[in-house]
């Protein structure tokens, strides 16, 4: 084959590889997958996720803050100023269930403290719990997560003992 047809075929080869890759193959592609979003508090910066608390009144959702690691948890609520009443924040031993134990240490707001057990359903809650307090508020058994809201809202909303939680 000479030099000429050897050229000729290379280019005829790229103008197809061209036209395969024209603006309108590229508009006919469906868009990438958008990333999934994770909502993070503004304050805290952690995960945002929805905990809701099933009762005889109602399903009641809380956009709830994950204290997930040790140091997490430690600081908690620890020196907010305030918090919505749709938000809350949960704190999960789904890995090792257990009985804990709460305080208010540098806590400035009231909360209800929400033991869950580790079928899902309220245990006990340390309701209006208050700031600064160093008083032991335990579980009345092991639990799988412990789930803080603003203090009085659950007897508002009519959350107890026995209402299930699901997140």
């Not at 790229?14 to 469906?30: M, Y």
């Not at 908690?76 to 924040?89: H, I, Q, S, Y």
């Amino acid at each position: 084959m000479k030099l000429a047809e050897k050229l000729r075929l290379l280019l005829a080869s790229g103008a197809i590889a061209l036209a395969a890759c024209s603006t309108q193959a590229a508009t006919d592609a469906p868009p990438p997958p958008a990333a999934a979003e994770v909502s993070v508090h503004p304050e805290s910066g952690l995960e945002i996720i929805p905990v809701t608390v099933i009762s005889d009144t109602g399903r009641h959702l809380f956009r709830s803050e994950v204290a997930a690691t040790a140091a997490q948890q430690q600081r908690g609520l620890m020196f907010r100023t305030e918090m919505a009443d749709d938000e809350g924040m949960i704190f999960p031993y789904e890995h090792d269930p257990r009985q804990v134990s709460f305080w208010m240490r540098n806590t400035l707001i009231s909360l209800d403290i929400i033991y869950i057990g580790t079928d899902r359903k309220i245990l006990n809650i340390a309701e209006n719990a208050v700031p600064y307090s160093e008083q032991s508020l335990p579980s009345a058994g092991p639990v799988s997560a412990v789930l803080e809201i603003n203090g009085g809202l659950s007897a508002e909303l009519g959350i107890g003992p026995g209402d299930a939680v699901e997140w």
